[in-house]
T-cell receptor, first 114, second 113 residues
């Protein structure tokens, strides 16, 4: 039973480019969460999605960041016009469609901005 | 608002000695609490969870945690540290409305031979 799959594991972008991070949840999981971990810090919640719906995006920066979880395919976290401050590890987690279940994390995408 | 506070940013122990990683929580209702471990350049692995059942929770790799409402604490312990336990440990609370996780700042555990 494959876990949460994130790709790429490492992503390098120049300032002003776009970054696309992908997350495939565990089989049978319909809830996806994105977290960001800045260097030497804990994880901070960004967005919570279910299939085709954004449930909570209170942690998302207002500009340049967007997320989707289409009916088919992985969840995508998209960062437009990246800046140095976007350098971080981005983690995806998933959980099944019933309450009180823990979230399972992927290995993350480490984004570096040159 | 819910939050967790990890009282130590670094803990160092010798192999074979006990481990204590401290966490205090703040919540206006009965919280769901977790401990996750992160090894270098890896994702987070769930060690254990508390969801208002038994107050002493046993997890993987010999870890356990005790929920103490009177002290608003959820400390993580292990009787005997192993070299492979060296990692970053996060105490986490889950919000009740949207299930998002709120992380503590982490405790880095070092284990010396």
């Amino acid at each position: 039973n494959a876990g949460v799959m994130q790709n790429p594991r490492h992503l390098v972008r120049r300032r002003g480019q776009e970054a696309r991070l992908r997350c495939s949840p565990m089989k049978g999981h319909s809830h996806v969460y994105w977290y960001r971990q800045l260097p030497e810090e804990g994880l901070k919640f960004m967005v919570y999605l279910q299939k085709e719906n954004i449930i909570d995006e209170s942690g998302m920066p207002k500009e340049r960041f967007s997320a989707e979880f289409p009916k088919e395919g992985p969840s995508i976290l998209r960062i437009q016009q990246v800046v140095r401050g976007d350098s971080a590890a981005y983690f995806c987690a998933s959980s099944p469609d019933y309450s009180n279940q823990p979230q399972h994390f992927g290995d993350g995408t480490r984004l570096s901005i040159l | 608002a819910q939050s967790v506070t990890q009282l130590d940013s670094h803990v160092s122990v010798s192999e074979g000695t006990p481990v204590l990683l401290r966490c205090n929580y703040s919540s206006s209702y009965s919280p769901s609490l977790f401990w996750y471990v992160q090894h270098p350049n890896k994702g987070l692995q769930l060690l254990l969870k508390y969801t208002s059942a038994a107050t002493l929770v046993k997890g993987i790799n010999g870890f356990e945690a005790e929920f103490k409402k009177s002290e608003t604490s959820f400390h993580l312990t292990k009787p005997s540290a192993h070299m492979s336990d060296a990692a970053e440990y996060f105490c986490v609370v889950r919000t009740i409305n949207t299930d998002k996780l709120i992380f503590g700042t982490g405790t880095r555990l070092q284990v010396f031979p």
